[in-house]
């Protein structure tokens, strides 16, 4: 319920940058169609090359979805049944089912309550004769502290595989997010940094013999026509997502700088003392897919913002081991203290490319309100 003569700021939207790629889009749109040819093709092949360079990676392989990319890059480092595989405790639950879909256990660590991301002096603790691999997840669009997840990696011989669902182009210590594990996952969802206008996502890898296997994977194990050397899956980016894809990549910078400039405004506008601003160590430059406040009257404070126009979200409402889920992992309340902590206190307020002054103004001047 909100108010009827208020400003409506919503929570994203995908109009401003649609209406100036709107050409490029239908070009993009024609091409594919009169060309007639949908799966596996050159807008696939052209498409991955500039992601790969992008990713300052050598290799890209276009799968279905960001949970595939992550999944596929398991299958392809032989994760499997026993394994186990450290995943943040604060994430999407796209995080903790690739690793459940290989036949693995994630084995939740907690975050640094001020960046949100794994806390790397927590990973240690929980590694295990069993543990095979660490999955950083550069949440909300944030790098994770990637130097000491790599020694610890290192020391302990564990396999790397970022979550980069939220973070096309953060950088840590100036280098893109992508190419510090074996392998990174991507996805194009509509509402991530880079969003296709469907389902799309791609796994970025500097190992060409794992790029391989993960592309003969996401094609039903196939490395040439009805011969298959593994039991694959069906995970291809199609033709006509890669397009759009390509179209939008060049703007994904001038995306990301517009995403910083609003959240800038936020960091030094919203001055209420029962708000919490995110914290930017100074090792990272996010790309600010969500912007996340805290407050422990966050319920109160959602309904406030909603009630004058403004829409918010949750990340994420039920951690990953309180989720019903999980409940085989036979975790319970208080087993993941401060992920629990932030899913009762984080607000995500509007952020997205295109807003206007004018709103950005009234989500701060809002939540400055709010007493
Ligand atoms: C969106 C997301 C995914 C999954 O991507 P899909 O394309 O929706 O499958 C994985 N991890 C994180 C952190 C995400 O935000």
Request: with cysteine.
């Amino acid at each position: 319920m909100s108010l009827d003569n208020t400003m409506k700021v919503p929570f994203v939207s995908f109009k401003p940058l649609e209406k100036e790629l709107d050409g490029d889009l239908r070009v993009a749109f024609e091409r594919v169609y009169e060309n007639s040819w949908y799966i596996e093709g050159k807008e696939d092949e052209k498409f991955e090359a500039s992601f790969a360079e992008y990713c300052k990676s050598k290799y890209c392989v276009g799968v279905g979805n960001g949970l595939d990319a992550l999944m596929l890059a398991l299958k392809a480092l032989g994760v499997k049944e026993g394994d186990e595989v450290i995943v943040p405790s604060n994430t999407y639950i796209a995080t903790a089912l690739a690793v459940t879909y290989v036949g693995a256990t994630p084995v939740f660590v907690e975050p640094d309550i001020r960046t949100f991301n794994i806390d790397p002096a927590r990973i240690e603790e929980k590694i295990t004769d069993k543990t095979v691999a660490i999955m950083p997840v550069h949440l909300y669009g944030q790098a994770c502290d990637m130097d000491p997840i790599m020694e610890i990696a290192g020391k302990h011989d564990l396999y790397v595989v970022e979550d980069c669902a939220q973070a096309h182009g953060a950088t840590y210590k100036g280098r893109v997010i992508g190419s510090f594990g074996n392998a990174a996952g991507f996805s194009f969802y509509p509402g991530k940094n880079l969003g296709a206008l469907g389902d799309a996502g791609a796994t970025v890898t500097n190992d060409k013999d794992l790029a391989a296997k993960i592309r003969a994977l996401g094609n039903y194990g196939s490395d040439y026509k009805y011969h298959h050397i593994y039991k694959g899956n069906n995970s291809r980016l199609d033709e006509m997502q890669a397009a759009f894809l390509s179209a939008k990549l060049p703007h994904l910078d001038k995306v990301n700088v517009n995403r910083r400039s609003i959240a800038d405004k936020y960091l030094k506008g919203i001055t209420n003392p029962e708000v919490i601003l995110p914290f930017v160590p100074d090792y990272a430059v996010p790309v600010w897919h969500i912007f996340g406040i805290r407050c422990k009257r966050r319920d109160e404070l959602e309904k406030f913002l909603n009630y004058r126009g403004i829409t918010t979200n949750k990340h994420y409402p039920i951690p990953m081991h309180l989720q019903e889920c999980y409940k085989d992992l036979g975790y319970k309340e208080g087993d993941f203290p401060i992920a629990e902590e932030i899913s009762t206190t984080e607000l995500s307020i509007p952020m997205f490319y295109g807003m206007t002054d004018e709103q950005i103004q009234y989500v701060i001047d809002t939540i400055n309100d709010f007493k």
